[in-house]
């Protein structure tokens, strides 16, 4: 409805009665009061016609700054966690409240899987995404989200991806390492950050773009039977139901790593360490990435690589740009912790 469309529908005849009494002869010390009273209609109206077209402005979305979380947090009981996921699981309806729809689901698996190694355990339920990391022993890795609806194909498709932007993230690390040309004790323990950050970030892609056992868990969307059929596979750690999910963009899932056994944490970097205890380290080849478990988990932080810190002295060094695989068609990091 526009703006002018209530005043025309605004009742007419007292109006119109209104108006013939200003020119009604005979009633000239009544009409100051008549006027004003047509003064005060009119403006009545004009507020009452704003405000209907007020009412048509569009709402708009109401939920932009609303993120819904799956998972285990920092600092809660895994095991506690897997048996509530459990419970939650068990007692989902018969079918989803949307026939045809299903349910989102967090899959966290036991180990380590190969793209093909993760098609074998999900079978044929419906896969949304599936997240990972380079399991590097001691070292901050980042954990990866990669939409994924053929399984391994899509993977594996993400996982080259994800080996480029790693490649490009070393070489960004290098060239900052090699612009620090002051001997002084802030720019070499800066350029030990970078130096590290390479290391770490070349290790990454060459695992990533072998094909590496790195992918520990699933989002899924199916029928609870389904779903309740799927925990029940050898390599399935937990299934846990989230019907409240309706948007994967606006969802952060922190499954537990398979290394985390009892309390779900993030790690130090042992690596960085030892460059900053010695004041020096290799920079021959990267380390190879060992395959299977890690003795620590990974840092909680799905968007982007973990930003190493150098000591107190050396400041901070300049984060690398935005490297979230999400940003690409919804790609890996997600809002997922």
């Known amino acids: ?79 506690g966690y897997v048996r509530a996921a459990a419970a939650d699981l068990a007692a989902l309806p018969p079918a989803a409240p949307a026939a045809g729809d299903g349910t989102y689901a967090l899959v966290s698996l036991s180990s380590y899987l190969t793209p093909q190694g993760a098609a074998a355990v999900l079978g044929d339920v419906p896969v949304a995404a599936v997240l990972g990391r380079v399991p590097l022993a001691d070292r901050q890795t980042e954990i990866v989200r990669i939409p994924a609806q053929r399984v391994p194909d899509d993977v594996v498709a993400g996982m080259v991806d994800v080996a480029a932007r790693k490649e490009r993230e070393a070489a960004d690390y290098r060239a900052r390492s090699g612009a620090l040309t002051d001997g002084g004790q802030a720019e070499r323990e800066l350029r030990q950050v970078y130096d590290s950050g390479a290391e770490v970030s070349a290790a990454e892609a060459a695992a990533y773009r072998s094909g590496c056992a790195c992918l520990y868990a699933a989002v899924v969307r199916a029928e609870p039977v389904a779903l309740r059929r799927l925990a029940a ?105």
């Open 233 to 337: 596979r050898p390599g399935v750690r937990a299934v846990d139901p989230a019907p409240e999910v309706t948007r994967l963009d606006r969802t952060v899932f922190t499954p537990p790593l398979p290394e985390q056994r009892e309390v779900a944490h993030p790690p130090a970097d042992a690596g960085l360490v030892a460059r900053a205890a010695t004041g020096k380290g290799d920079r021959g080849t990267p380390p190879t990435p060992p395959v299977g478990e890690t003795s620590e988990p990974a840092p909680e932080v799905t968007d982007s690589s973990p930003v190493r810190t150098g000591p107190a002295s050396g400041g901070i060094p300049p984060p690398t740009p935005p490297t979230s695989a999400d940003a690409a068609a919804g790609g890996t990091g997600a809002p997922a912790g």
């Open 1 to 79: 409805m526009r703006a002018g469309d209530p005043l025309r529908r605004w009742d007419q005849p007292p109006l119109s009665r209104l108006a013939g009494a200003v020119t009604r002869p005979g009633d000239g010390p009544a009409r100051p009061r008549v006027l004003t009273v047509i003064a005060l209609l009119s403006c009545a109206a004009v507020l009452l016609a704003a405000g209907w077209a007020g009412d048509d402005r569009p709402t708009g979305d109401r939920t932009g700054g609303e993120v819904t979380r799956v998972g285990v947090a920092h600092g809660d009981s895994i095991p």
